[in-house]
C-alpha cells in the first residue's frame, strides 16, 4: 500500500500528469481493498485517497494552458 501512495507523490513533485494519474488509480484501487480487508480503516483509505487526489487535481490545473 505504502508503494502504491508513494508512487503518487513521486510523480506529482516530478510534474508528471500522466504517470501520476496512473499512479493514484492504482493506489486507490489498492487502498480499497486493504480498507475492505480490515488492514486498514475506510476513514483512513478514504482520507489518503482524497489527498492524493487533491495533489493530482492541483498538478492538473497547474499543467493546465491557460484560458486567457
Do not use: C, W, Y
Amino acid at each position: 500500500m505504502r508503494t502504491f501512495v508513494k508512487n503518487v507523490l513521486l510523480a506529482t513533485s516530478a510534474g508528471d500528469l500522466p504517470k501520476a494519474e496512473e499512479a493514484l488509480r492504482q493506489a486507490t484501487s489498492v487502498l480499497a481493498v486493504t480498507a475492505r480487508k480490515g488492514v486498514i480503516h475506510p476513514n483512513a483509505a478514504s482520507r489518503h485517497t482524497r489527498r492524493l487526489n487533491a495533489r493530482v487535481r492541483a498538478l492538473a490545473l497547474q499543467s493546465a494552458p491557460s484560458a486567457s
